[in-house]
Protein backbone atom coordinates (compact mmCIF):
# COMPACT_ATOMS: atom_id res chain seq x y z
CA UNK A 1 0.00 0.00 0.00
CA UNK A 2 3.27 2.53 0.11
CA UNK A 3 2.04 4.00 -3.17
CA UNK A 4 -1.63 5.18 -2.07
CA UNK A 5 -0.48 8.68 0.13
CA UNK A 6 -2.71 9.95 2.86
CA UNK A 7 -1.40 12.91 4.86
CA UNK A 8 -1.75 13.95 7.77
CA UNK A 9 -1.02 10.43 9.34
CA UNK A 10 -2.64 12.12 12.78
CA UNK A 11 -4.68 14.84 13.25
CA UNK A 12 -6.13 16.62 16.58
CA UNK A 13 -8.99 18.70 16.48
CA UNK A 14 -11.14 20.98 19.28
CA UNK A 15 -15.08 19.99 18.96
CA UNK A 16 -16.45 22.82 16.34
CA UNK A 17 -13.36 22.50 14.14
CA UNK A 18 -12.82 21.87 10.18
CA UNK A 19 -10.72 18.54 9.27
CA UNK A 20 -8.96 17.86 6.08
CA UNK A 21 -7.93 14.75 5.48
CA UNK A 22 -5.73 14.19 1.91
CA UNK A 23 -5.68 11.06 -0.18
CA UNK A 24 -3.24 10.93 -3.51
CA UNK A 25 -3.50 7.65 -5.30
CA UNK A 26 -1.36 5.57 -6.87
CA UNK A 27 -0.11 6.55 -10.41
CA UNK A 28 -2.18 5.34 -12.84
CA UNK A 29 -4.96 4.94 -10.57
CA UNK A 30 -8.36 6.86 -11.67
CA UNK A 31 -10.77 5.78 -8.88
CA UNK A 32 -10.81 6.96 -5.24
CA UNK A 33 -12.86 5.63 -2.27
CA UNK A 34 -12.60 6.66 1.44
CA UNK A 35 -13.63 4.43 4.63
CA UNK A 36 -13.92 5.11 8.00
CA UNK A 37 -12.72 2.84 10.83
CA UNK A 38 -13.99 2.66 14.45
CA UNK A 39 -11.89 0.64 17.24
CA UNK A 40 -12.53 -3.39 16.47
CA UNK A 41 -14.68 -2.37 13.85
CA UNK A 42 -14.57 -3.36 9.99
CA UNK A 43 -14.05 -0.98 7.26
CA UNK A 44 -17.17 1.53 6.45
CA UNK A 45 -17.85 2.77 3.03
CA UNK A 46 -18.15 6.52 2.63
CA UNK A 47 -17.57 7.58 -0.74
CA UNK A 48 -16.22 6.57 -4.19
CA UNK A 49 -15.04 9.25 -6.56
CA UNK A 50 -13.50 10.09 -9.81
CA UNK A 51 -11.58 12.93 -10.96
CA UNK A 52 -14.48 15.60 -10.69
CA UNK A 53 -17.09 13.23 -10.14
CA UNK A 54 -18.54 11.94 -6.87
CA UNK A 55 -19.87 8.22 -8.38
CA UNK A 56 -21.45 6.91 -5.08
CA UNK A 57 -21.92 9.07 -1.56
CA UNK A 58 -24.31 6.70 -0.14
CA UNK A 59 -22.08 5.91 2.51
CA UNK A 60 -21.44 9.54 4.11
CA UNK A 61 -23.62 10.98 6.42
CA UNK A 62 -25.25 14.14 4.98
CA UNK A 63 -24.33 16.68 6.88
CA UNK A 64 -21.11 17.81 8.36
CA UNK A 65 -18.73 15.53 5.11
CA UNK A 66 -18.00 16.24 2.08
CA UNK A 67 -15.53 14.92 -0.85
CA UNK A 68 -13.65 15.48 -3.86
CA UNK A 69 -11.17 14.88 -6.05
CA UNK A 70 -10.46 17.40 -8.14
CA UNK A 71 -8.83 17.42 -11.51
CA UNK A 72 -5.41 18.02 -10.80
CA UNK A 73 -3.85 17.39 -6.53
CA UNK A 74 -5.25 14.60 -4.52
CA UNK A 75 -9.00 13.84 -3.05
CA UNK A 76 -10.33 15.44 -0.41
CA UNK A 77 -12.23 14.19 2.51
CA UNK A 78 -13.40 17.29 4.69
CA UNK A 79 -15.45 17.41 7.81
CA UNK A 80 -16.87 20.59 9.33
CA UNK A 81 -17.81 21.38 12.64
CA UNK A 82 -16.31 18.08 14.02
CA UNK A 83 -17.76 16.11 16.92
CA UNK A 84 -16.11 13.53 19.28
CA UNK A 85 -18.30 10.92 17.26
CA UNK A 86 -16.14 11.68 14.31
CA UNK A 87 -12.71 10.19 15.86
CA UNK A 88 -12.08 7.43 14.08
CA UNK A 89 -9.09 6.03 11.52
CA UNK A 90 -10.08 7.22 7.93
CA UNK A 91 -8.28 5.23 4.82
CA UNK A 92 -7.97 6.03 1.33
CA UNK A 93 -7.90 3.71 -1.22
CA UNK A 94 -7.59 3.54 -4.82
CA UNK A 95 -8.10 1.44 -7.74
CA UNK A 96 -7.40 0.99 -11.92
CA UNK A 97 -10.83 1.65 -13.29
CA UNK A 98 -10.09 -1.00 -15.77
CA UNK A 99 -11.50 -4.35 -16.57
CA UNK A 100 -11.29 -7.19 -13.70
CA UNK A 101 -8.55 -5.18 -12.02
CA UNK A 102 -10.74 -2.15 -10.82
CA UNK A 103 -11.91 -4.30 -8.46
CA UNK A 104 -8.83 -4.68 -6.99
CA UNK A 105 -8.50 -1.36 -4.02
CA UNK A 106 -5.00 -0.50 -2.82
CA UNK A 107 -5.14 1.18 0.71
CA UNK A 108 -3.01 4.19 2.10
CA UNK A 109 -1.57 3.88 5.66
CA UNK A 110 -4.78 6.15 6.93
CA UNK A 111 -5.13 9.30 8.62
CA UNK A 112 -5.82 9.06 12.90
CA UNK A 113 -8.48 11.68 13.78
CA UNK A 114 -9.05 12.80 17.42
CA UNK A 115 -11.41 14.95 18.47
CA UNK A 116 -10.99 16.59 21.59
CA UNK B 1 -28.27 -10.24 9.12
CA UNK B 2 -24.78 -8.37 7.98
CA UNK B 3 -23.97 -9.15 4.44
CA UNK B 4 -20.15 -10.30 5.24
CA UNK B 5 -19.72 -12.11 8.96
CA UNK B 6 -16.04 -12.37 10.22
CA UNK B 7 -15.77 -13.95 13.99
CA UNK B 8 -13.24 -11.24 15.21
CA UNK B 9 -11.75 -13.52 17.58
CA UNK B 10 -8.81 -13.39 18.93
CA UNK B 11 -7.29 -16.05 17.37
CA UNK B 12 -4.18 -17.10 19.10
CA UNK B 13 -1.73 -20.28 17.82
CA UNK B 14 1.95 -20.97 18.58
CA UNK B 15 4.56 -20.43 16.07
CA UNK B 16 4.46 -22.79 13.17
CA UNK B 17 0.68 -24.14 13.54
CA UNK B 18 -1.78 -23.91 10.46
CA UNK B 19 -4.25 -21.18 10.48
CA UNK B 20 -7.58 -21.07 8.94
CA UNK B 21 -9.38 -17.79 9.10
CA UNK B 22 -13.16 -17.39 7.64
CA UNK B 23 -15.94 -15.65 6.25
CA UNK B 24 -19.29 -16.17 5.23
CA UNK B 25 -22.09 -14.09 3.49
CA UNK B 26 -24.79 -13.32 2.05
CA UNK B 27 -25.10 -12.05 -1.49
CA UNK B 28 -24.63 -14.87 -3.96
CA UNK B 29 -23.75 -12.25 -6.31
CA UNK B 30 -20.13 -12.07 -5.44
CA UNK B 31 -18.06 -12.77 -7.59
CA UNK B 32 -14.71 -11.16 -6.51
CA UNK B 33 -13.34 -11.89 -2.85
CA UNK B 34 -9.79 -10.39 -0.90
CA UNK B 35 -8.38 -10.79 1.85
CA UNK B 36 -6.20 -8.29 3.70
CA UNK B 37 -3.64 -7.82 6.22
CA UNK B 38 -3.83 -5.37 8.61
CA UNK B 39 -0.63 -4.75 10.97
CA UNK B 40 -1.91 -2.76 13.99
CA UNK B 41 -2.07 1.36 13.34
CA UNK B 42 -1.33 0.49 9.47
CA UNK B 43 -3.19 0.41 6.33
CA UNK B 44 -4.93 -2.93 4.84
CA UNK B 45 -2.73 -4.24 2.64
CA UNK B 46 -3.95 -6.79 0.06
CA UNK B 47 -2.73 -10.56 0.92
CA UNK B 48 -4.77 -12.66 -2.05
CA UNK B 49 -7.29 -11.86 -4.44
CA UNK B 50 -9.69 -14.47 -6.49
CA UNK B 51 -12.63 -14.33 -8.88
CA UNK B 52 -15.43 -16.89 -8.61
CA UNK B 53 -15.02 -20.68 -7.01
CA UNK B 54 -11.56 -22.12 -6.13
CA UNK B 55 -8.41 -22.33 -4.78
CA UNK B 56 -5.67 -19.74 -5.04
CA UNK B 57 -2.17 -20.51 -3.51
CA UNK B 58 0.69 -17.89 -2.61
CA UNK B 59 3.47 -19.13 -0.77
CA UNK B 60 2.31 -19.86 2.76
CA UNK B 61 -0.89 -18.27 2.13
CA UNK B 62 -4.17 -20.00 0.37
CA UNK B 63 -7.85 -18.71 -0.18
CA UNK B 64 -10.46 -20.66 -0.70
CA UNK B 65 -14.04 -19.63 -2.28
CA UNK B 66 -17.34 -21.87 -2.12
CA UNK B 67 -19.64 -20.30 -3.57
CA UNK B 68 -22.65 -22.61 -3.74
CA UNK B 69 -21.96 -22.33 1.10
CA UNK B 70 -20.92 -18.90 0.72
CA UNK B 71 -17.72 -18.74 2.62
CA UNK B 72 -14.54 -18.32 1.88
CA UNK B 73 -11.41 -19.19 3.66
CA UNK B 74 -7.76 -18.19 4.34
CA UNK B 75 -5.13 -20.92 5.23
CA UNK B 76 -1.67 -19.90 6.33
CA UNK B 77 0.91 -22.57 6.66
CA UNK B 78 3.43 -22.82 8.65
CA UNK B 79 2.58 -19.65 10.66
CA UNK B 80 5.18 -16.81 11.52
CA UNK B 81 5.18 -14.22 14.53
CA UNK B 82 5.25 -11.91 12.16
CA UNK B 83 1.98 -12.56 10.58
CA UNK B 84 0.45 -11.03 13.46
CA UNK B 85 -2.06 -9.04 12.44
CA UNK B 86 -6.00 -8.59 11.94
CA UNK B 87 -7.33 -9.69 8.67
CA UNK B 88 -10.16 -8.45 7.15
CA UNK B 89 -11.69 -10.55 4.31
CA UNK B 90 -14.18 -8.32 1.38
CA UNK B 91 -15.88 -9.27 -1.59
CA UNK B 92 -17.39 -7.30 -4.63
CA UNK B 93 -20.37 -7.54 -6.58
CA UNK B 94 -18.06 -6.57 -9.39
CA UNK B 95 -18.89 -2.58 -9.26
CA UNK B 96 -15.93 -0.40 -8.34
CA UNK B 97 -18.58 1.06 -5.35
CA UNK B 98 -19.99 -2.60 -4.00
CA UNK B 99 -17.20 -3.80 -1.79
CA UNK B 100 -18.05 -5.49 1.90
CA UNK B 101 -16.16 -5.84 4.72
CA UNK B 102 -15.74 -8.07 7.30
CA UNK B 103 -15.03 -7.04 10.75
CA UNK B 104 -11.53 -8.37 10.57
CA UNK B 105 -10.15 -11.31 12.57
CA UNK B 106 -6.92 -10.26 15.05
CA UNK B 107 -4.35 -13.24 15.25
CA UNK B 108 -1.09 -13.44 17.10
CA UNK B 109 1.36 -16.09 16.15
CA UNK B 110 3.70 -16.71 19.91
CA UNK B 111 6.90 -17.70 19.52
Known amino acids: NAGVMQNPRHLVRRRGQEARLRCSPM?????VYWYRQLPEEGLKFMVY????????ESGMPKERFSAEFPKEGPSILRIQQVVRGDSAAYFC??????????????FGAGTRLSVL | QKEVEQDPGPLSVPEGAIVSLNCTYS??????FMWYRQYSRKGPELLMY????GNKEDGRFTAQVDKSSKYISLFIRDSQPSDSATYLC???????????FGAGTRLTVKP
Open chain 1, 49 to 56: LQKENIID
Open chain 2, 90 to 100: AMSVGNNNDMR
Open chain 2, 50 to 53: TYSS
Open chain 1, 93 to 106: ASSPGDSIAKNIQY
Open chain 2, 27 to 32: NSAFQY
Open chain 1, 27 to 31: KGHSH
